[in-house]
């Protein structure tokens, strides 16, 4: 279930037809007017029946969106979930860094119970892979075959970049074998788009993935691809 619905949206004085989504940073309606909301600015969120009510800098705004995605975004605009959370990242994971040299993220999966691998492993439960050229895509290749059957390949790259693109990603990620499933704002400047191995693909995945206790350690992976 995403974070964007047809709405009906009361602010000061004005009621209007249009549709709102739930981002990263902000709470964003367009319609005949537009408004878009910080969530650092929100004081308040919480669903009555089938509106969402957020009070922000001494104003309100009403959208009816519906009982169920009104009580789910006032949930996650008063708890937002962590990086980790959107990336899905879990005790007892274990995860390589590709091309990617990300002391805080490292920090945070460590903080999660998942361990950061010293050095690439088969039977990876995700692999981050750093996207700075087109080139770098093509590591998606070699990194497939390091995946468990229900593990993820990310790709983060820079926002906007018009060569490492998300169009480019998705090809790379289509020649690999993967299919892509979701995306996430990784950073202030960064975007990330996961990758997996397709559900019908999974049984010979499962065959050749092994696990080596060797790989195990504390310190950031290297490239090694």
Request: with cysteine; proline share 3%.
């Amino acid at each position: 279930m995403g974070y964007d619905a047809a709405c009906t949206i009361r602010f000061e004085g004005q009621t209007a037809r249009g549709t709102a989504w739930l981002e990263h940073k902000d709470l964003v309606f367009r319609g005949s007017f537009r408004l878009a909301i910080s969530l650092s600015e929100i004081s308040d969120a919480r669903a009555e029946a089938d509106t969402l009510i957020v009070r922000f800098g001494g104003r309100r705004a009403e959208l009816d969106i519906g009982a169920a995605a009104a009580a789910r975004w006032a949930k996650r605009i008063t708890n937002p979930p962590s990086r980790v959370d959107k990336l899905g990242i879990k005790a007892g994971m274990r995860v390589v860094f590709v091309n990617l040299q990300d002391d805080e993220l490292k920090g945070e999966i460590e903080r999660v119970g998942a361990t950061v691998l010293t050095r690439t492993a088969v039977g990876a439960d995700a692999v981050f892979v750093g996207a700075k050229t087109a080139k770098d895509l093509e590591r998606l290749e070699t990194v497939s075959a390091w995946l468990q059957p229900a593990g993820a390949a990310w790709v983060v790259r820079r926002k906007g970049d018009p060569v490492v693109s998300e169009r480019a990603s998705m090809a790379a990620g289509r020649k690999a074998g993967l299919v892509d499933v979701k995306v996430v704002s990784f950073s202030d400047t960064h975007t990330a788009e996961k990758y997996v191995i397709p559900v019908g693909k999974r049984a010979s995945a499962a065959r050749t993935s092994t696990r080596s206790p060797r790989t195990r350690g504390s310190r950031p992976s290297r490239d090694r691809t």
